[in-house]
């Protein structure tokens, strides 16, 4: 078969990813073999790829290849969330596009928009990921509205209350006066802003003087229904019980006390307006004040509100400050920085507004299943990397009741319907609402019923995702929710650690008793070189798709892994994917070098001992890359893939073996070579899918069942560290031998000869023929005494004189053996301080400590060696 010059990424991963999918590779059912389950984080069905998912979905794939290729039976399920708030604002503006008003709509007419719309584009990002080389099963697809999976949030809603876990409540809760929504508290975003701070004084009412307050809201003055002031404050204690005057309104309202107000906080005075601030709601509930909401839904002022009445709430702020000042209330104006709430959706300034909701009462939710927390701090959960173990546990420590309901026409109506007369009954369906309402005496009909309007929070249904994909609501005993759950690996992004991670233990212990999934890797955040959040708004994000058709699929996978340890973030340059194609080109450019060799029967014996030291030093990779990922060190087994095929392979290994230009290689080396090829490619396929497949069609002829997505891992297998060693010598010698050509301008095939004083002669015999091919060598002689006008070289305890033929510059020579017994004295004390320390032999690993303490010999070793040769030179 006859390779193109250049590899063509693009032909080659929808040549391969179309046969994997005719094949249904990627298919998987209950078998006996052990399972290995991963759930993919349900995109928004608004969602296009972005950078965050790229990074995400490489990391699962890695995962999921890898455990096929080790004979576990991999289900990745893949899948959509229907992102109420972001779903519902698309198909606000396509029909405002359209010249229609949602508001014209009935909710059934909205919803056939809506639903038209997700069969359109729900699918895109799913399709996205397959250009990656995502592996799912996508036989498996969910999406979180479907009908079985709608019917689990109804089944768990219904049951948790009548648990006593959900209850409908009033209270101050985040409002979106754009989505005109409420929002949970993880959904609010703090940022820092410069705000003016207001000055207000309020009159006596008996009085000219007055009591001035601070605050950033002088347009809710009109909701206030007190002041209130520290009792123990000498300045007011005086005030107490006294009236105050709201300015322009005129409306009077008390002063009270309470140890809450903080004395040295700007004037130590507070104006309470219950409706509009949650520690004011408070103190209301406190006091008996009373409550006066002043805003509508979309932040408008009104008719409660007297003034200003349908301005937008940010214009009476400009307006009030302006009356506020004509009558001499304004006192002062400064700017202060401080965090304003911004919904992370719309962006809106998030508004604390009292209103009626339905809430999962999370204190009595943790209480009933304490492994919620336990069994992450105790790595029952394994977290990776383990610090987010505290953030998690702050959060849970720290819970405040979920806010589950929002004011939205998509999503999950919540399953609770009111007869005529206005009694709740929750149920799964309206039918068995009804007919609990016949058996309670209602006389009214089905179509009577009416359905509570909101819709529940998105993450409701995404909580129950690692179980709800396996049916495991509608049927908790099937086969695939017995063979799947719990998954093995949850990869997400820490901030979601509370709006799904959490939850999804909870949800895990409440309705299977255990752990959802054993390990959760958080990937880190793709940022740009600013630290700055890559994102399409910013314009600091490349589009994925076009990095794929420009680098590869392969190529944009290596690079992002590359440089992307476990929860730490991604300062994210283009040279990195760049880096990925041209490692791809690297591989492929060998495979052409050894496609193109001809052949001759038989064997070379000269390279007995190069195969040695390969097959070992690639046993010994094996072994370490095992370790780092079983360590979930994804981007270290990587980058131990890289460099062992890139230098050990392409840059020593074939260059090695390759033959003399216009000679014909062996069989047996060529057999040889290609065996090793094939054992690379399936440990680098998980990480490189298309290339390693092309590769490994490429290398022999195959049956049309043999690919490489379900061929098993290269096992590792004994390995001798003796034949490591003389390989690796043998490197530093010809590294020694082409340094020294350079540092001379001499050609590298300029002949030298050399002369080692050594006590194991047995390393340069065997690999004689690589030295005299590889260095260019002319002689080699054994010595037992110091050779005149010669270079000196030291590798391990064997000198090397080396002679060029050229003359000998000795002060040169003086110069550089003198600057490397001042780097190895160096290097001595720091390994000796580190030998010295005791927290340090302690705590490391015996492996560790061993390396440390040989490192300090062989240091010692060269430094005498070194010190013996200056003295030579100088004599």
């Known amino acids: 078969m006859e390779l193109s010059k250049n590899f063509t990424p693009a032909e080659i991963e929808e040549k391969w990813y179309k046969v994997w999918m005719k094949k249904k590779y990627f298919r998987s059912t209950p078998d006996e073999r052990e399972p290995f389950t991963i759930v993919l984080p349900p995109p928004n069905v608004t969602g296009v790829l972005h950078m965050g998912h790229m990074l995400n979905g490489t990391i699962q794939d890695v995962l999921v290849r890898r455990a096929r290729q080790k004979g576990k039976n991999a289900c990745w399920v893949p899948g959509t969330d229907h992102a109420s708030i972001a779903t519902e604002a698309k198909v606000v503006k396509l029909l405002q596009e359209q010249g229609i008003e949602k508001s014209k709509l009935t909710r059934e007419q909205f919803l ?74 993880e959904e609010v975003i703090h940022k820092e802003v410069q705000s003016n701070l207001y000055y207000l004084k309020y009159q006596f009412v008996d009085s000219e003087d007055g009591i001035t307050i601070a605050t950033t809201r002088p347009e809710t003055i009109m909701a206030d229904t ?14 107490i019980g006294t009236m105050v005057k709201i300015p322009i309104l005129g409306k009077e309202i008390p002063i009270i006390a309470d140890d809450y107000i903080d004395i040295s906080f700007g004037t130590g005075c507070l104006k309470v307006t219950p409706a509009h601030d949650i520690n004011d709601y408070n103190l209301g509930l406190k006091h008996g004040l009373e409550i006066i909401d002043i805003l509508t839904e979309d932040g408008k002022i009104n008719e409660k509100g007297i003034l200003y009445v349908g301005q937008d709430r940010f214009q009476a702020r400009k307006e009030i400050i302006k009356d506020l000042e004509a009558i001499g209330s304004l006192e002062k104006t400064e700017q202060i920085q401080n965090a304003i709430g911004h919904s992370e959706r719309t962006n809106a300034v998030v508004e604390p507004r009292l209103s009626t909701q339905w809430f999962v009462d999370m204190k009595a939710f943790m209480a009933k299943n304490p492994g919620i927390l336990e069994d992450v701090m105790n790595d029952t959960i394994e977290f990776v990397p383990s610090k987010f173990k505290n953030t998690y546990r702050h959060w849970l420590e720290n819970i405040k009741d979920w806010n589950i309901s929002r004011q939205l026409w998509w999503g999950h109506q919540i399953p609770a319907w009111y007869s005529p007369d206005g009694e709740m009954f929750i149920e799964e369906t309206a039918e068995k609402a009804w007919q609990n309402a016949l058996n309670a005496g209602k006389k009214c009909r089905l179509e009577e019923m009416r359905q509570d309007p909101d819709v529940l929070d998105t993450w409701f249904s995404s909580w129950l995702w690692p179980i709800s994909v396996f049916d495991g609501f509608k049927n908790p005993n099937n086969p695939d929710i017995k063979y799947y759950y719990p998954s093995n690996v949850l990869v997400t992004a820490p901030e979601i650690i509370f709006f799904w991670v959490a939850r999804m233990v909870m949800a895990g212990y409440e ?92 064997e ?21 890359i095992e370790q780092q990922f079983e360590a979930f060190k994804l981007s270290e087994a990587l980058m131990t893939t890289y460099n062992f095929i890139w230098n050990d392979f392409c840059s020593w290994y074939l260059e090695m073996i390759k033959p003399v230009y216009g000679e014909k290689i062996h069989q047996n080396t060529l057999d040889k070579t290609i065996q090793f090829f094939d054992r690379l490619m399936r440990l680098l396929h998980p990480f ?91 002689d080699i002689e054994f010595t037992k005494i110091e050779i005149n006008n010669a270079i000196n070289e ?33 290097f001595i004390q720091s390994v000796e301080i580190k030998l010295s320390n005791e927290r340090f032999v302690q705590n490391a690993k015996p492996e560790i400590l061993a390396k440390e303490r040989q490192k300090l010999i062989d240091g010692q070793v060269k430094l005498q060696n070194l010190k013996e040769t200056l003295e030579k030179l100088e004599s």
């Open 794 to 826: 030291i590798i391990g305890n064997d000198k090397i004189y080396i002679l060029t033929g050229v003359e000998f510059d000795i002060e040169a020579e003086k110069k550089k053996v003198s600057e490397e017994i001042d780097y190895y004295t160096g």
């Open 604 to 624: 070379d014996d000269s390279l007995h001992n190069v195969f040695l030291w390969f097959d070992s030093k690639l046993n010994k990779t094996l072994v370490e």
């Open 688 to 778: 490189a899918p298309f290339v390693t497949e092309e590769i490994y069609q490429s290398l022999k002829d195959r049956n049309e069942n043999d690919h490489i997505c379900i061929s098993l891992a290269p096992a590792a297998k004994a390995f001798d560290e003796n034949e490591i060693s003389k390989g690796e010598h043998i490197k530093s010698l010809i590294s020694i031998i082409r340094d020294v050509r350079n540092k001379a301008n001499l050609p590298q095939k300029h002949p030298v000869k050399i002369y080692i004083e050594t006590n194991n002669k047995l390393p340069y015999l065997d690999y004689e023929s690589v030295l005299t091919k590889m260095a260019f060598i002319e």
């Open 511 to 602: 309705y299977k008793q255990e752990r959802p999934f054993k390990h959760v890797y958080f990937n880190g955040i793709v940022r740009d070189k600013q630290r700055r959040k890559m994102s399409k708004s910013l314009g600091n994000s490349p589009e994925p798709l076009d990095l794929i058709a420009k680098y590869g699929a392969d190529g944009v996978r290596i690079g992002m892994l590359l440089c992307s340890p476990a929860g730490n973030d991604i300062l994210f340059e283009e040279s990195f994917v760049e880096q990925g194609r041209n490692f791809t080109n690297k591989i492929w450019n060998a495979l052409r070098l050894i496609k193109g060799w001809e052949v001759k029967s038989g």
């Open 226 to 239: 007190a002041i209130c002031v520290h009792p123990e404050d000498e300045r007011y204690k005086h005030l």
């Open 112 to 185: 056939e928009h809506a639903w038209a719309w997700k069969e359109k584009y729900g699918g895109i990002i799913l399709d996205q990921l397959k250009k990656l080389g995502c592996s799912c099963d996508w036989d498996r697809t969910r999406f979180t509205m479907e009908p079985d999976l709608s019917a689990a949030v109804n089944k768990v809603f219904v049951d948790l209350h009548k648990k006593g876990l959900i209850y409908k409540g009033t209270k101050i809760v985040n409002w979106d006066p754009v989505g005109k929504t409420t929002l949970s508290d």
